[in-house]
């Protein structure tokens, strides 16, 4: 079986040719089987003048084995959803003259960074592929069995044992992608997310003026500076689909858009301050989602943010007011923006910059990870 290159959506980016049918897949499960081992040979050596040969039954080949492969050409799981079975070539058996039997072919999966493998009998959490490149065996393939030449003894030099190739191992995997971006966009649905993304990186999500016109996470790249500059600086943003009340028991699909945000080292917080949500208190809008946050269990409300007024162009003025006080009095960082007109977009995306230059400043450096040989 050849390597499992798959294809996924590219977030942030148009998708062409049959990619379009396809949705951002962040979760499945897989069945894969590692190659058997080949049996042994039971056989003799036959030729003229050697009226009595020895045994000379060779080895059965080593099993394929299944290994995944964290590659940054994926980003989604679609491939895996609609391919959910995967196997390595068997060893072949052994032969007479000695000749072993050649290993089986592994198998490759190629799986998008920020995925995380568990068994999905036990639970149990196999492997996090937090980078890019990274290779593991996450099954073996079964040892080939000995040939009869390896049982004649003085007193037993004819034997007709041999053992069978062993079983490769089997699984079921359940994998969960969590997206790896330095800034996670987090609202109410239709507070301008997407829009914001657009205008500052070159992704292209779907913008409509209705709730829950984005379904999936966008993740697009922000550049500040020229590239030659050594000041420089390049972050990923993830629009995180709208939250709701509720979002942390599944509401809205919350459970699955908030695992997202878990990896960010930045929180945005867009409250709209305009008439168009129909949401009167933009202060409640925001412990809402922090609530939500909260509730999630996974120290997201601890995350550092910035708070961000949207859609100040067509503003109510009581609302802003209100909201400016808040931040004020809880000492929060607060953006008023218009990603419409781009009013306030570019000191927004140098805030975001300045601050995602100092959390990797002050985070340690990681050392270097040691995965299970492939």
């Known amino acids: ?184 966009l987090v609202g109410y649905p239709n507070v301008g997310k997407s829009t914001l993304i657009s205008r500052i990186s070159a992704a292209r999500p779907k913008i409509a003026d209705y709730p829950f016109t984005t379904l999936e996470p966008n993740l697009g790249v922000v550049s500040i500076g020229e590239v030659s500059d050594p000041g420089h600086l390049s972050f990923v943003v993830a629009d995180i689909p709208g939250l709701i009340e509720g979002a942390h028991q599944g509401a809205g699909l919350g459970t699955q858009f908030l695992r997202h945000v878990e990896r960010t080292r930045l929180l945005v917080h867009l409250v709209d301050v305009s008439d168009s949500g129909g949401r009167p208190d933009p202060v409640k809008d925001f412990d809402v989602i922090m609530g939500e946050l909260t509730n999630f269990g996974a120290g997201l409300e601890d995350k550092p943010m910035l708070v961000v007024a949207s859609k100040i162009d067509a503003a109510n003025e009581d609302k802003l007011t209100k909201l400016k006080k808040f931040c004020t009095r809880k000492k929060l960082k607060l953006y008023p923006i218009s990603a419409v007109t781009g009013e306030g977009v570019d000191k927004l995306k140098y805030a975001i910059g300045e601050q995602i230059r100092e959390l990797r400043a002050s985070e340690p450096s990681l050392p270097a990870m040691e995965a299970p040989e492939a």
């Not at 072919?105 to 920020?114: M, R």
């Open 1 to 184: 079986m050849l390597p499992c290159e798959g294809s996924g959506l590219g977030c942030g980016a148009a998708a062409t040719g049959w990619e379009e049918t396809f949705m951002f897949i962040d979760e499945a499960k897989i069945r894969i089987k590692a190659g058997d081992g080949g049996n042994g040979c039971v056989a003799f050596r036959r030729e003229k003048f050697v009226p009595r040969g020895g045994p000379n039954g060779g080895d059965g080949g080593r099993g394929g084995d299944v290994i995944m492969e964290s590659s940054e050409r994926h980003n989604t799981l679609v491939h895996f959803r609609f391919n959910p079975e995967y196997k390595a070539e068997r060893g072949r058996h052994g032969e007479g003259w000695q000749k072993t039997g050649r290993d089986g072919e592994h198998v490759v999966l190629k799986v998008p960074v920020g995925t995380i493998v568990y068994d999905a009998a036990s639970g149990e959490r196999l492997y996090d592929f937090s980078r890019a490149d990274e290779r593991i065996i996450i099954a073996r393939g079964g040892r080939g069995g000995r040939g009869n030449q390896h049982f004649a003894t003085p007193t037993h030099q004819t034997p007709r044992e041999c053992e069978p190739g062993r079983p490769g191992e089997e699984k079921v995997l359940r994998l969960e992608l969590k997206l790896l971006a330095d800034v996670g």
